[in-house]
């Protein structure tokens, strides 16, 4: 005897519950069907009770104390316009085609649009419906009204036009709305259901009606494209909860569905044009066809007590609770547990038969789905075991068990064991798979493993390790033999008694999980280090590195198409066949994937035994994980095709919030800045991504991947362009996105005018820099010429005075002595005279040469070179020379050494030649300046000639403008009674290369003065 229970197959939904009440984040809940997410936010204060989608894309929340904007990952309270308030309770929210939004309260009715808000009815009742008719026109029904206008209100321009008792309707409030396909208006009052139209009204009174207080009895109303009427009531019972009205008159329901035993509280008709029926205490029910899907708090609802439902425009359907707002959406990847009626979620093993019979194996159970139903095989109904592992359907269509230790072939319903020679268990199966001889291998853990050969359901062969190597997957090759994954993470082949091993290099150690032979003879292993492929002798391993999402992978399948599916650590990967096949060729490095990952519902983990995933002939990809059971229909996979609504939500600059509008202009030394960007797409906000650029900063887009805020820090003052865009989860973009343009004061110092200013300051200076520097050069240039210019002169003097003087008379005695050439005696006269004078020419003449010439050869000699000078030659008899030099001797400039060598020079031979004294002594000065002293005790200079120099002749001269030169203070004090000094000061600053000049120079020369005298200072 089987058990069997039905599926609902028909709903693949994602649950995510965003409520207020104190749930673990992120807490995730297994089913059949669909996944729950609990997403703790905290900013409900209220219950929620109505939601809408602005053509913005923002999702919008009425809840009991105030309104809630929601862009699927934030929760935003609106705050309204100042001296605009609003009631805090919101009961009915609509969102307009022209893109505004209708709120109504416990008090009045508002409208808002473009941030601007408008009231409506102050005081006046509370808001229940609203609708949008198929005219455009906006319709409320209110209640707890002070007037006698009417609970039908139509809004005209500014204000409100209500209908009453004179216009046929005879209720004092109402409270669900609803428009049909012919117009008419259907609202709820008490238990009484109304069709309004133009003036007149028809009641529909259920047959077992009690009035109630309040708004007990209808509670929702929905209008079937078909012109039928849904209508729901608080209450159970006959005539009561769920009916259907078909040109006035109910008729039954699914025979499924038990329509007056709920109490309704919400009806919905979504785009496929199921009914969602919402309940006062028994959650959700969907209606589709013949079908009914049941979603309660046990399944991971946030209350059994719904208020409203709304489907967005991405086909996501909102829940609004008691507790929170819940989520439905297309779920790509479904997931079979024990809330789909699966004895346990230990399922080791998927195996999709060739009839389309999805076998499962279990623990306590074989189980099979066919169809909706699915069945289970217990050990009551003849299961001889408790854990099924390995599963194979062999070329006659028989399944073969593994169960336990042991090997059974299922057919007719019976169990039948396949058995070794001796009757011994064959031992715990792992892995099987049948060759194109028919025999059946079977891969056998135990001490030690083997490999079974079996034909005809007796054991022909067994192959136990080492000699055989220990293998975790089987697959047959088409050619004959069979290919086995090893645990090592080898390949191996044996055909005809013959093994084979194929190592994949880096991949090795990484046991091969589950194989896939294809057509051409290629081998596909899954392992934990990638997937590898063996072809024509060649093995390679594809990796992360080669654009797989990651490494670990549990089992692979192809489907229809030979798109290759990968069930991995990271989620359920899709690679094309031509992309594999162009990596295999070496055309391309890394390969395209797509991912499914926990947002499509994929809970990918290994299996223990084989087949790990399995293609059943509808195209259906099944998947064992060791817990539960998934499945994907790669055929039916619906894409998300609508871009996301791009908005920038606001700055912060320095935390300083601004709004973003057209132009946002920023204060100078802005430094820190924050841009908070979104996108509205709400089947899985988490896939959502962003790229980024900022004009005039960025030089390419920048992809923040899922992080919803840019940051910049210290922009320079200027104008700025930011553009943003961004993919729902399927990839497809909004290349159009979002512009901001904002723009950074600048400081008075960042102006223009102020570079300008800068600019030209700088030009002036170098203008002005240029023209010092070329005056400096001019005046160089003339020093150089002057310099030259005196040189020759000096030099004419000197030949004038002395060299051309003598040349000239030695010619004047020549010619005297050539008048009498016969007188010998006045001949050899004149010839001593001559030979005489040109003697002195001679000397003369070596003298200006050596003028010309540097006065010392070694820079810092000028002391000892004008010691020489009065040394040599010829000194008067009785003079005695004396030669000193104080302080410690510098490098002096080579101009300035000249000229005071050559004053001094000529100072010495004056002295020598002229001054008729007893001693001579010179003294050269190193201190603060440069000094030079020639003192004799001679008969002195006559006065006349001390200031102008004797005529004709031009050493005192000279003596003088060589002191000018190098800016020197020429002295010359005499008298006949103490002889001639003469003194020449030149600056420091001039004398010498390395000048110390300022107080510490001063100081440091008067220490070492007083060292050098031992006196202190």
């Keep these: 005897m089987k058990t069997s229970r039905s599926l609902a197959l028909g709903l693949t939904l994602l649950l995510a519950t965003c409520s207020a009440r104190a749930v673990d984040a992120n807490t995730r809940i297994s089913q059949y069907g669909h996944t729950v997410w609990r997403i703790q936010d905290g ?140 117009g008419s208006l259907w609202f709820g009052s008490a238990s009484l259901l109304t069709r309004w139209s133009a003036g007149s009204s028809t009641v529909f009174t259920p047959s077992a009606s009690k009035s109630g207080e309040g708004l007990s009895g209808v509670q929702a109303i929905v209008a079937a494209p078909d012109g039928s009427i849904w209508s729901g009531r608080d209450r159970r019972g006959p005539g009561l909860g769920l009916q259907r009205l078909v040109h006035g008159v109910s008729t039954p329901l699914n ?28 959650g959700i029910y969907r209606l589709r066809g013949n079908k009914v899907d049941r979603f309660s708090s046990v399944d991971g609802l946030s209350s059994d007590s719904v208020s409203g439902f709304y489907e967005d425009r991405e086909g996501n359907m909102w829940v609004a609770t008691t507790e929170g707002i819940d989520c439905f959406r297309n779920e790509r990847v479904t997931t079979f547990s024990t809330r789909q009626g699966l004895s346990a979620n230990l399922v080791d093993s998927v195996l999709a038969a060739g009839d389309g019979t999805i076998w499962i194996g279990n623990l306590g159970a074989l189980e099979y789905l066919r169809g909706d139903r699915l069945s289970s095989i217990q050990s009551k109904d003849g299961l001889p075991g408790q854990r099924v592992t390995s599963l194979l359907e062999d070329h006659a269509g028989r399944l073969w068990v593994g169960l336990e230790d042991r090997l059974y072939v299922y057919e007719d319903g019976r169990f039948d064991p396949i058995r070794r020679s001796n009757n011994i268990a064959i031992g715990t199966v792992i892995a099987m798979t049948e060759d194109r001889e028919t025999n059946v291998w079977a891969e056998v853990i135990g001490s030690p493993a083997k490999l079974l050969r079996i034909q005809g359901r007796e054991v022909r062969e067994e192959l136990p390790a080492p000699g055989m190597p220990a293998a975790t997957s089987l697959a047959a090759d088409p050619k004959g033999g069979i290919w086995l994954g090893l645990v090592d993470g080898n390949l191996a082949r044996y055909r005809q008694g013959r093994l084979e091993t194929f190592s994949p290099g880096s991949a090795a150690g990484s046991q091969v999980r589950e194989m896939l032979i294809r057509a051409d003879g290629s081998v596909l292993g899954a392992t934990s280090s990638g997937l590898i492929e063996w072809k024509d002798g060649r093995l390679r391993t594809l990796t992360n590195q080669n654009g797989l999402p990651c490494n670990s992978l549990y089992g692979l399948v192809a489907d229809n198409n030979n798109a290759l599916w990968l069930y991995a650590q990271c989620g359920l990967v899709r690679v094309a066949d031509t992309e594999l096949r162009e990596w295999w060729n070496g055309a391309k490095a890394s390969v395209k994937a797509e991912t499914f990952d926990m947002f499509d519902g994929a809970r990918p983990w290994s299996a223990a035994f084989q087949p790990h995933g399995s293609r059943s002939p509808d195209g259906r990809l099944w998947f064992a994980n060791e817990n539960v059971v998934q499945m994907i229909d790669p055929s039916h996979l619906e894409t998300n095709s609508l871009p996301p609504p791009v908005h920038i939500e606001q700055i912060v600059a320095d935390r300083k919030n601004y709004s973003p509008t057209d132009q946002v202009r920023l ?16 089947v899985v906000p988490g896939k959502v991504r962003f790229r980024y650029k900022l004009e005039g900063r960025d030089r390419d887009w920048q992809d923040p991947m899922t992080r919803r805020q840019a940051f910049y820090s210290d922009l320079p003052p200027g104008t700025y362009q930011f553009r943003i865009i961004a993919c729902n989860n399927d990839g497809v973009w909004n290349e159009e996105g979002a512009i901001l343009d904002f723009s950074i004061a600048p400081m008075w110092y960042q102006m223009a005018w102020f570079r300008i200013f800068c600019f030209a300051f700088v030009m002036l200076i170098g203008w002005i820099l240029h023209r010092i520097r070329v005056w400096q050069v001019s005046m160089a240039i003339g020093v150089r010429f002057d310099e030259r210019l005196a040189e020759r002169t000096r030099m004419a003097r000197e030949l004038h005075d002395t060299f051309l003087q003598t040349i000239q008379g030695s010619k004047f005695v020549v010619d005297d002595g050539l008048e009498e050439p016969l007188n010998t005696e006045k001949m050899h006269r004149a010839l001593r005279q001559v030979s005489g004078w040109l003697e002195q020419a001679i000397t003369e003449g070596r003298a200006a040469l050596n003028s010309l010439r540097s006065s010392t050869t070694l820079k810092n000699e000028l002391g000892p070179a004008l010691r020489q000078v009065a040394e040599s030659g010829v000194v008067p008899e009785g003079m005695t020379i004396s030669a000193s030099v104080i302080g410690d001797a510098q490098e002096l400039h080579p101009i300035v050494r000249d000229e005071l060598y050559r004053i001094g020079h000529e100072a010495i031979l004056n002295a020598k030649a002229h001054s008729h004294g007893s001693y001579l002594e010179i003294g050269l000065t190193y201190g603060h300046d440069l000094t030079l002293h020639v003192r004799d005790n001679g008969v002195g200079i006559d006065p006349s000639y001390a200031m102008s120099g004797r005529e004709g002749h031009h050493g005192l001269q000279g003596m003088r403008e060589r002191a000018a030169r190098i800016q020197g203070r020429l002295t010359i004090l005499s008298s006949a009674e103490s002889g001639t000094d003469i003194s020449v000061i030149v600056p420091g600053s001039v004398s010498f290369l390395h000048p110390g000049t300022g107080i510490f120079s001063r100081i440091r020369h008067l220490y070492r003065r007083a060292i050098r005298n031992h006196d202190p200072l």
């Design 43 to 182: 900013v409900f204060s209220g219950a929620p009770n109505a939601i809408a989608q602005t053509t913005d894309g923002y999702l919008w929340i009425g809840t009991q104390n105030g309104l809630v904007r929601f862009d699927g990952v934030r929760f935003v309270p609106w705050i309204p316009p100042k001296g605009k308030l609003l009631s805090s309770g919101i009961f009915a929210l609509l969102a307009a085609r022209d893109g505004g939004l209708w709120i109504g309260t416990s008090a009045n009715l508002a409208h808002l649009q473009n941030g601007n808000l408008t009231n409506y009815m102050d005081g006046q009742g509370r808001i229940n419906s609203i609708i949008q008719g198929h005219d455009g026109r906006i319709w409320i029904t209110r209640s707890r009204v002070h007037d006698d206008k009417g609970p039908l209100c139509e809004v005209q321009d500014t204000s409100l036009r209500c209908y009453g008792v004179a216009d046929g309707i005879n209720s004092p409030y109402a409270g669900p709305l609803a428009e049909d396909s012919e």
């Design 255 to 282: 025979p499924t569905l038990h329509g007056s035993a709920l109490q309704v509280s919400a009806l919905f008709l979504d785009r496929q044009d199921a009914l969602w029926i919402g309940t006062e205490d028994q």
């Design 667 to 682: 204060p100078a030394l802005t430094r820190d800045l924050e841009i908070d960007y979104t996108a509205l797409s709400f």
